[in-house]
């Protein structure tokens, strides 16, 4: 059964770098017919689209925090990893890892983590 | 980057209801328009992908119409269970990918 999992440190300070794992189990990692995503939302809003990597290697990003964000996977281990540099306050809420599934007339995100909370706070 | 825009924000209605929800693209998106369903604390659900088929495994009174910028997520008879907010997504030559705001459906 396919299942990914997200772990990360819960509670980071102001300007230190966000690391979170998204850990994929019972399917093959390296596909071209699925690729992987980070979604986020914060307290009471809606869902934002943080970046998406391929098993490749090759990542996009939202325009609004490529300066910051880095995303790498470790088909090694099955992985794929957000890096967030510099995180304030605005950066706390509920961090998602998902699969985005190529699915003919639309690709669409099918099966997601349970979500990991991120709060920043000194 | 395509912006989506939902609505209304928020619904209330009863079981039994048919409800209707809005999104709209800022431009073309043809067909490359997907629903999710959220509760709260929860991970989204996908219920429609391609702006009208159907997830597997969802029940058949979730409906999806629409192709270029306009789209419609249509719920008949309301079950207790589909009190929820519902996001639309576009999908249309991402990345970028795009949410609507979402539409927070609730009991009357």
């Known amino acids: 059964q396919l299942q990914l999992k997200e772990s990360g440190p819960g509670v980071i300070k102001p300007s230190e770098t966000l690391s979170l794992t998204c850990s994929v189990s019972g399917v093959s990692f390296n596909s071209s017919t699925y690729y992987w995503a980070w979604i986020r939302q914060p307290p009471g809003k809606g869902l934002e689209w943080l970046g998406t990597?391929?098993?490749?290697?090759?990542?996009y990003y939202t325009p609004s925090l490529r300066s910051r964000l880095s995303i790498s996977v470790d088909t090694s281990k099955k992985q794929f990893s957000l890096r967030l540099t510099s995180v304030t306050a605005a950066d706390t809420g509920l961090y998602f890892c998902a699969r985005f599934l190529q699915m003919g007339l639309s690709d669409a995100l099918d099966i997601w983590g349970q979500g990991t909370t991120v709060t920043v706070s000194s | 980057d395509i912006q989506m825009t939902q609505s209304p924000s928020s619904l209330s209605a009863s079981e039994g209801d048919r409800v209707t929800i809005t999104c709209r693209a800022s431009?073309?998106?043809?067909?490359?328009l997907n629903w999710y369903q959220q509760k709260p604390g929860k991970a989204p659900k996908l219920l429609i992908y391609g702006a009208s088929t159907l997830q597997s495994g969802v029940p058949s009174r979730f409906s999806g119409s629409g192709s270029g910028t306009d789209f419609t997520l249509t719920i008949n008879s309301l079950q207790p269970d589909d009190f929820a907010t519902y996001y639309c997504?576009?999908?249309?030559?991402?990345?970028?990918?795009?949410f609507g705001g979402g539409t927070k459906l609730e009991i009357k």
């Open positions: 997504q576009q999908a249309y030559n991402s990345p970028p990918v795009t």
């Open positions: 431009q073309s998106i043809n067909t490359y």
């Open positions: 990597v391929y098993y490749t290697g090759s990542a």
